[in-house]
């Protein structure tokens, strides 16, 4: 079997339907588009991977693309990814092309890298999980858009302002790789590989390949501390004293006195019971890339 093509039909992509089409056509990658909702688009990935599928096209943001690779993981079905959706962080960080007929035509030429993803409690995520502030901005944003039809830049900064007054921190048991400590954070980061902390280029990452887990844990502060902090790290001029970080970390285990922690996953809230075990799977997914 040849190639599935997957498309997000949210995500805003309603109207890029025509484009979409023109650019897969243009490009050579015949084969029917696939329309599918945000919540099916995983099973519809793990058919395909079933089905033999060399190659699953995926088009969404990163949660799209997340939930597809995760469906690849450990298969032999590479990933071509368009992206469509409002950040795109994982293809920016492979160097995909963010306009559709370039991502088309690389998708064409077929280039293959084999890449990192990590996961928690087996669920896979491609860029990152947070424990704390984060998720709380997340499921507030996600509530504005739904009730008030905020695009999702201008309701994740409305967010940020409302979380600033009402985040606290949590006491958290963690276990790195075999060192255990207790700590007492706004937020625990968890990325895939390292995350760049200093301008230029704060938040990306260098490679996706290198079979690491990135840790932040940003210290307890003040509500002021934790604005100065939040803002300099915005500006990518983050302190010592704002955070600590821990690179080259395998698997990071998280206990709390809390049933279930709801957490981030790719720009996605979930909620899982404690603990939570993360870990790197290197080189797990191909994905068609420069």
Known sequence: MGAR??????A????????VERGLTAAGLAGPVEWIDG??????????????????????????ISAVAGALAG???????LPLGTLNHFARDLGIPLDLDEAAQLIAAGHKRQVDVAEVN???????????????????????????????????????????????SQKLTVTVDDRKARIDTPLLFVGNND?????????????????????????RQSRLGFLVAALRSL?????????????????????????????????ETVRMKQPLDYRIRPKAVTVIAP
């Open 235 to 267: 500006a990518g001029r983050a302190r010592a004293e704002d955070s600590v970080t821990i690179d080259d970390v395998h698997r990071i285990v998280v206990a709390s006195r809390s049933t279930f922690l709801t957490i981030s996953l790719d720009g």
């Open 122 to 168: 087996g669920r896979v995520f491609v860029n990152n999980s947070a424990i704390g502030v984060y998720p709380l901005m997340v499921v507030d944003r996600d509530a504005q858009q739904s009730r008030l039809g905020r695009s999702k830049r201008w309701a994740m900064a409305v967010a940020a302002a409302r979380t600033l007054f009402r985040f606290s």
């Open 39 to 64: 919540g099916a688009i995983a099973d519809a990935a793990r058919d395909a991977v079933e089905e033999g599928a060399g190659l699953v096209i995926a088009g969404g943001g990163d949660g799209t």
């Open 195 to 219: 995350y760049r902390l200093q301008m230029p280029g704060a938040g990306t990452r260098e490679a996706i390949d290198r079979g690491e887990l990135f840790v932040l844990v940003l210290r």
């Open 12 to 19: 805003g992509t309603a109207d890029r339907r025509p484009s």
């Open 75 to 81: 298969s032999e079905t590479s990933l071509g990814i």
């Open 5 to 10: 093509i997957l498309i997000n039909s949210g």
